[in-house]
């Protein structure tokens, strides 16, 4: 993923797209940020399915920005905050469809062996270990609260 990321800077820099390389700097050292956060953690190691995650949090971050934006009649930030969740969604794994996520929290369900919300956890940490970065857990707990009720 940093291969990549560097190789992306690379070529938008002779490209002349200063924006680009702008979002492209600022996931870099979001990435940075993200691995001394985990120095300290048992396994410092930062995975891919970290970095997805990371990059979806950014997501996240910017179409709430470009929301408060359009609110506040600023349609040009707004639109500058869209670009950047554009160029971010490149480096994103591929987003798993609505009824791709039933499907797989339906397999989970049985694979755990959960009946009931005491077991809406083990469900959402299987989710997050195997999916990270691919769907927008907030939507998938309401997806598994339904099934498990």
């Known amino acids: 993923m940093r291969d990549k990321l560097m190789d992306a800077v690379k070529e938008a820099m002779k490209a002349k797209q200063p924006h680009r390389i702008s979002t492209i700097r600022m996931m870099q050292s979001a990435i940075k940020d993200l691995e ?4 300290t953690k048992a396994d410092p190691t930062t995975s ?3 970095i997805a995650s990371l990059l979806s949090k950014l997501v ?3 179409e709430e920005s470009a929301k408060i934006y359009d609110e506040g009649g600023r349609p040009e930030l707004a639109a ?3 670009e ?3 160029i971010i969604g490149e480096f994103m794994p591929k987003q798993l469809s609505e009824t791709e996520v039933i ?3 339906k397999g989970i369900i049985a694979e755990t062996g959960a009946t009931s919300m005491k077991d809406m956890g ?3 940490s299987a989710l997050k270990e195997r999916y990270p970065g691919q769907l927008d857990f ?3 707990s309401g997806q598994i609260k339904g099934l498990l009720s």
């Open 122 to 124: 083990k469900v959402m």
């Open 138 to 140: 907030g939507k998938a």
């Open 60 to 62: 996240k971050q910017r």
């Open 80 to 82: 500058k905050e869209r």
């Open 84 to 86: 950047e969740i554009a």
């Open 36 to 39: 001394i956060a985990n120095r």
């Open 48 to 50: 891919d399915g970290d």
């Open 103 to 105: 499907e797989i929290i």
